[in-house]
């Protein structure tokens, strides 16, 4: 919270004293109060009850309180919580409701209760409260006893207290309905709205005389009153969803065989047991989003994913270290228990301890030294290593180890969210390390698969899912879920990944996404970016709840709009259809041929790059070596499966067994003799002893790592053509594909250094070549590679140097011919034209599918309100329409 200096306050509260004894009387004495009036403390001590009083000027200018005194005040204040949240907030529910229908939703004045007419003979205490209005302040008088508490008797004046039992204070409730309302909007600040009312009421001649500020009251009166209200609406809640299982029972019952994937629905999970139990999702998911989970079906064999989530993680909500605050949770929180993250974090170390040399390796893709071990696939993954390490090394939420928040300054380093793709938070959880560790990440996708049923799938959009997806496969992560799991990236990052994890994981290239962009959460961070100066100093428990009401307004917003936002977005599918149609149709190709193109152009793409090493002769020599002994092992083998056949005397069986396997034999033999001739293509020998010559041949080794770093040249500047592609192609003026096109430039040029240094150690590597030749070092008849240009390196024209192999392969016929998917600009452009037609089919299919379930959920919910409020009978103070 922003605050004045503390000489200002001095000033300020002396200013004040020194006002209120001397200010004339007002002449509007019958109105208002003649002059400010002292608000006289009983005879008894409150301070047991009301620890609200502002002591921050006496401790501020006198030395720190010993441990023991702040230990006593802590536990007073632990003390007074309890009684809030035990006793006052579960009292005052019941007549908050009754009140606000009998006001109106407080827009009328309630009619007093005279209470001085009790007819009970407990004890009475009379106590003088200050109590603040819009325009005014008056000092009131109550006689309070166990019978009628100080509470009671304020919320029948339609006011609330700021402490539990004896308040010396309390706000009209019309006063702490704007300030909740305003401090939805704007960052909450509650000293600079109490010194802003504090001076409006003086230049009415109205002044706080007491020996405290209003600001530390006023704060306490709000905070619970927001509890009080957020208990009362979730007593409502609950209300209506006690009817809901007799309904289910009545109007819902399980269909038949011709309508696969529409389930009978159940209620919460903790009405239904288990997950197992569950045939729709749970309740809590429902109440969230409508859109996706509101609906009668949850499985549709049609989708590749049935609901579309997002995650991202925010290390700007920090919370500097200090001692936690009461506890006061919010009703219907958002918050994932620590509870929860912790036993995720304990499963990850014991799949980790469990397996300590699945431990990846990184590759910096920076190092000079030449690695020695060849790339490849993990797993079933359809990313090679190489680029899944480039990811990695290029987001540094990839990396656990990253820093980006101190532990040693802060309690609380930041919180990750998991939301639909409508931007509604589904969940969140706080995180306290000091990286994005990802048990977080997995402690939300449990959660939520918790809430599902048993066989729907999820697509998850995550800025770093490639790495995510590495790791579940590699310590095993999730087994029950990771074949439920389908990852992709979001659309902002994932032009920052390397392009074969972009042809894998990117949402408008990899099936199951439709047109979902995945960037809910930055929108999410961006509402939420004017609390981070007031949440940074703030306690532990009131952050988490004023985190929990911000969530909350922001996502009924969202809820509210959801028909206009599908609107929308069937408008935008609309225009991406109709122009994806227009490019299919100029190109000119059959969608079998671009769908078949699309499929070579990833696999080609995805392949692993060759790398250099100290030893590639060497070892170039071995493979081949072991190659000729398959071939002759596999010769031999043919051969004397042909003699058994060529027998008179073999029987039938004994025939028919060795006709299969010798047509199994000659196929590995074919493959086998094609790729010993390659090798030794590359190689330019055909004999062993020429291969023994050559074993420790330096010119060998380089020519191999030349050719081996010209291949991954080339295929990192058409990585780099693909990729530009889209900043080619910016035809729409709109501000967000601004946005998106300079985002991919930036990234694409980022990558310029490292193709230019592959660039110049191939160069290097010809001029080794060059000099071994010229000493005589290398086979008779060597011819050195060109170098190549770098000023023309980004051109990719066809007669460009980095297209031929010269001096690298020793087949003249061996040339590397141009597939349509890169040569062929109409088959590019079919291509992207297909792809996006059939992203635009599943976003179709997924608007209908959304659009029938609001309307489905709208009709339950309609009918279980209707039932509550005919069932209410004597009940009926509860105003359910004010929560419809």
């Not at 199994?664 to 033999?669: M, S």
Request: hydrophobic share 35%.
């Amino acid at each position: 919270m922003q605050s004045s200096s503390l000489i200002d306050r001095v000033k300020f509260a002396q200013a004040s004293r020194s006002s209120s004894s001397a200010r004339p009387q007002h002449p509007r004495s019958s109105q208002s109060p003649a002059a400010v009036e002292e608000v006289s403390q009983p005879q008894h001590d409150t301070s047991i009850y009301d620890d609200t009083q502002d002591h921050t000027l006496t401790f501020r200018l006198a030395p720190e309180p010993p441990d023991g005194e702040r230990a006593r005040r802590r536990r007073k204040k632990e003390n007074q919580s309890a009684r809030w949240r035990t006793e006052v907030i579960p009292a005052l529910t019941q007549p908050f409701l009754q009140l606000l229908q009998r006001t109106n939703w407080l827009r009328e004045r309630s009619p007093i209760r005279n209470c001085s007419a009790r007819s009970c003979e407990c004890p009475r205490r009379p106590i003088k409260i200050l109590a603040i209005h819009f325009n005014h302040l008056k000092t009131i008088e109550l006689d309070v006893c166990p019978c009628r508490p100080s509470y009671s008797q304020l919320l029948e004046q339609q006011l609330f207290p700021c402490a539990p039992l004896f308040p010396s204070l309390a706000v009209d409730l019309n006063v702490l309905e704007f300030v909740s309302h305003l401090f939805v909007e704007l960052p909450p600040n509650n000293t600079a709205w109490c010194n802003a009312v504090e001076t409006f009421l003086q230049s009415r001649s109205y002044a706080i005389a007491s020996k405290d500020c209003l600001r530390r009251r006023f704060s306490n009166a709000l905070s619970w009153y927001h509890t009080l209200r957020d208990t009362a609406e979730k007593t409502v809640h609950d209300w209506i969803q006690g009817s809901r299982p007799c309904q289910l029972l009545e109007g819902m019952h399980q269909t038949d065989d011709s309508s696969p994937g529409l389930e009978t629905p159940t209620t919460t999970r903790a009405m239904s047991g288990t997950t197992a139990d569950l045939q729709r999702p749970s309740e809590y998911l429902r109440s969230r989003c409508p859109a996706c989970f509101g609906g009668q079906t949850s499985y549709d064999p049609t989708l590749l994913a049935d609901y579309i989530v997002e995650m991202d993680a925010c290390f700007s909500q920090k919370r500097q270290k200090g001692s936690h605050d009461p506890k006061n949770s919010h009703p219907d929180t958002v918050w994932l228990s620590e509870d929860t993250a912790a036993a995720m974090e304990a499963e990850v170390e014991r799949l980790r301890a469990h397996n300590p040399s699945g431990a990846l390796k990184k590759h910096t893709g920076q190092d000079k030294e030449v690695a020695d071990d060849e790339d490849g696939f993990e797993g079933t993954l359809k990313v090679p290593k190489s680029a899944l390490d480039e990811c990695d090394n290029t987001f540094t939420a990839a990396d656990e180890k990253r820093k980006k928040a101190s532990t040693s300054l802060y309690d609380d380093t930041g919180i990750m969210a998991l939301n639909c793709r409508h931007d509604v938070v589904l969940w969140l959880v706080n995180m306290r390390s000091a990286g994005e560790k990802q048990f977080y990440a997995l402690a939300l996708l449990k959660e939520l698969f918790n809430h599902l049923p048993p066989k729907v799938r999820v697509g998850l959009l995550y800025d770093v899912a490639c790495s995510l997806h590495r790791s579940c496969l590699k310590w095993g992560y999730l087994p029950e879920y990771i074949d439920r799991l389908v990852f992709g990236i979001s659309v902002f990052h994932a032009y920052g990944h390397q392009w074969p994890c972009q042809l894998v994981y990117h949402p408008r290239k990899c099936e199951g996404f439709g047109l979902s962009n995945g960037e809910g959460c930055e929108r999410l961070w961006l509402s939420l970016m004017r609390l981070v100066p007031c949440l940074r100093v703030s306690g532990y428990h009131q952050r988490l709840y004023v985190l929990d009401s911000q969530v909350h307004h922001r996502d009924a917003k969202i809820r509210r709009d959801l028909g206009q936002w599908l609107f929308k977005h069937t408008e935008q599918l609309k225009a991406k259809r109709a122009e994806a149609r227009a490019a299919f149709g100029d190109c000119g190709i059959a969608e079998e041929t671009l769908r078949s193109e699309w499929t070579a152009q990833i696999k080609a793409q995805t392949q692993p790059l060759p790398r250099r090493a100290k030893n590639k002769g060497k070892d170039a020599v071995a493979n081949i070596i072991r190659l000729q002994a398959r071939t002759k092992v596999l010769a031999e083998r043919a051969a004397s499966l042909e003699k058994i056949i060529l027998d008179d005397t073999t029987s039938q069986a004994e025939l028919v067994q060795a006709e299969m396997r010798l047509t199994d034999v000659r196929t590995k033999l074919s493959r086998e003799q094609a790729l010993l001739k390659a090798k030794e293509r590359e190689l330019g020998v055909d004999g062993r002893a020429d291969l023994q010559r050559l074993r420790n041949s330096k010119y060998l080794t380089h020519r191999l790592n030349a050719l081996a770093l010209k291949k991954r040249l080339r295929e990192r500047l058409r990585q780099r053509k693909f990729e530009l592609e889209r900043v080619e192609r910016a035809y729409r003026n709109l501000a967000n594909d601004k946005r998106i096109h300079s985002h991919t430039e930036t990234q694409v040029k980022r990558r310029e250094p490292g193709i230019q240094q592959l660039a110049r150690d191939f160069n290097g590597l010809c001029g080794v070549m060059r000099d071994l030749i010229r000493k005589g070092q290398a086979p008779p008849g060597s011819v050195a590679p060109d170098t190549i240009d770098s000023k023309a390196l980004f051109k990719l024209d066809v007669d460009d140097t980095i297209w031929q192999d010269v001096g690298l392969d020793e087949d003249p016929n061996s040339g590397e011919s141009i597939p349509p998917w890169l040569g062929d600009d109409a088959v590019r452009t079919g291509i992207r034209a297909w792809v996006e037609l059939q992203r635009c089919q599943e976003e179709e299919k997924r608007l209908r599918r959304e659009r029938r379930a609001i309307q489905e959920w709208f009709a339950e919910e309609w009918e279980m309100v209707s039932k509550a409020e005919a069932s209410a009978g004597t009940r009926s103070y509860v105003t359910i329409q004010g929560w419809r």
